[in-house]
């Protein structure tokens, strides 16, 4: 993870402000709307276009990889022994219910806002899908579990695999300490080659985000934008209500800590979170603060925000979950309770297998459009689109999110496991 921390803070400093990625997208989206809106806008969609198919392929080519590589290196460096079997435990249920709430918000805002009702790409004539819904939540539990791995991956079936992977990674936690050691190195290492092949592709965004802002404005004009700040209203409120309400309650009813304390102490991770925009360079900043701040020891933080930051994210949760039901609601598409609860754990699931970088969010909304059945749909590709074309301040709030309930989860397991001085004005 320390060669990504690097890379990460290196690519955000000391260079002028075209050559940062953010602005690069930022421009190319501008170019895209202003080319596509332009009498030439259809010439340039016919020709340019492909570039967003382009991208949008190589993004989907290594999500297979990226997802198992990031769960089992991040479920397997947990370590072994009854003790970490113990504080695993204990981990992961913190983890799954912050997530659980994170996805819950998610679906309140979006059906509070409905930010896709009356995007234009309803109105071209296309037929809405129908979306691929389990008929009973023991269907969704029985799709979880995939009767054949090799064959969920090459079907791109994420919930199964994101299921094989979880398990796996705690098999291999069960070994003892020579075996273990070796095998999570080898998924260290692959994890590291996905990491940096998706740093790769993602030097391309602004490329793709031209095709497909060029191809999507060609299409719609700019009514689609309005939807899109009504996604962003969405999304921006999700991510207060749990930063604001439901992480202070968990830390304050689970931990016995005062949240605005640990806000304060906190208050620099954050800012770092925020401005990298990837929980995995900010993890050193973490340990320190949780560490030397609020007084959690080295052997639950060393334990819990490793794991947490490749596993724990809250504001990714959120994201995915507004981010799916708003395309399919742009789509046209009928969206009943069960899909409604797909999503829901489907976001919770995509989450734990989104790597703690920047953009890594919206890699793996397809796991969710997927599983619904509208990952090919072509309208869907181009939303998808005009979604990254905005994405990098909603990614570095979801960011902030994610850390900051990494930071909370370790008191809570501190607290658990009978640690007595957090918050006690260690330094
Ligand atoms: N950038 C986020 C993180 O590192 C992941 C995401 O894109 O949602 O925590």
Excluded at 113 to 133: F, H, K, Q
Excluded at 171 to 198: C, E, G, H, W, Y
């Amino acid at each position: 993870m320390n060669n990504q921390e690097n890379s990460t803070s290196k690519i955000n400093s000391n260079r002028p402000w075209y050559l940062i990625l953010h602005w690069q997208v930022f421009m190319a989206m501008a170019l895209g709307v202003l080319i596509g809106y332009s009498p030439v806008g259809e010439f340039f969609a016919i020709y340019f276009g492909w570039l967003g198919d382009l991208f949008m392929r190589l993004l989907k080519m290594i999500i297979v990889p990226l997802v198992v590589a990031s769960i089992i290196s991040g479920v397997a460096s947990a370590g072994g022994g009854r003790v970490v079997g113990r504080m695993f435990g204990k981990t992961l249920l913190y983890y799954l219910v912050s997530s659980f709430l994170a996805a819950l918000t998610g679906l309140l805002l979006f059906n509070m806002i409905n930010p896709g009702r009356g995007y234009p790409v309803t109105d071209t004539g296309t037929e809405p899908p129908d979306l691929a819904t389990p008929e009973s939540p023991i269907d969704l539990l029985l799709d979880i579990v995939p009767t054949n791995f090799f064959a969920s991956a090459s079907a791109g079936d994420m919930l199964g695999i994101i299921f094989f992977s979880i398990v796996f990674g705690i098999a291999i936690t069960t070994l003892p300490d020579q075996s273990r050691t070796k095998i999570t190195n080898v998924f260290d290492l692959l994890f590291k080659v996905m990491i940096s092949l998706t740093s790769a592709i993602i030097k391309f965004l602004p490329i793709g985000v031209f095709g497909l802002m060029v191809t999507l404005v060609g299409k719609t004009g700019l009514q689609s934008f309005g939807n899109l700040f009504q996604y962003v209203l969405a999304l921006g409120s999700g991510l207060s209500i749990h930063f604001l309400i439901s992480i202070p309650l968990l830390l304050y009813f689970w931990g016995r800590v005062s949240p605005w304390k640990h806000l304060m102490n906190l208050r620099e991770t954050l800012l770092v979170a925020f401005t990298t925009s990837s929980s995995a360079a900010t993890l050193p900043v973490t340990l320190s603060a949780v560490r030397q701040k609020v007084g959690v020891s080295d052997r639950v933080s060393s334990f819990t925000l490793p794991m947490g930051a490749t596993v724990n994210m809250d504001g990714t949760a959120i994201m995915e979950c507004v981010g799916a039901l708003f395309i399919a609601q742009a789509l046209g598409a009928e969206i009943g309770f069960m899909t409604q609860v797909a999503v829901v754990i489907t976001a919770l699931l995509a989450s734990i297998g989104a790597a703690a970088v920047p953009s890594a969010g919206l890699v793996v909304i397809f796991i969710i459009l997927n599983v619904i059945g509208i990952g090919d749909n072509p309208e869907a590709l181009l939303i998808v689109g005009a979604m990254l074309s905005i994405d990098r301040p909603l990614d570095m709030a979801r960011t902030a999110v994610n850390v900051y309930s990494d930071s909370c989860a370790a008191v809570v397991v501190a607290k658990w496991e009978g640690e007595t001085q957090i918050n006690k004005e260690i330094r």
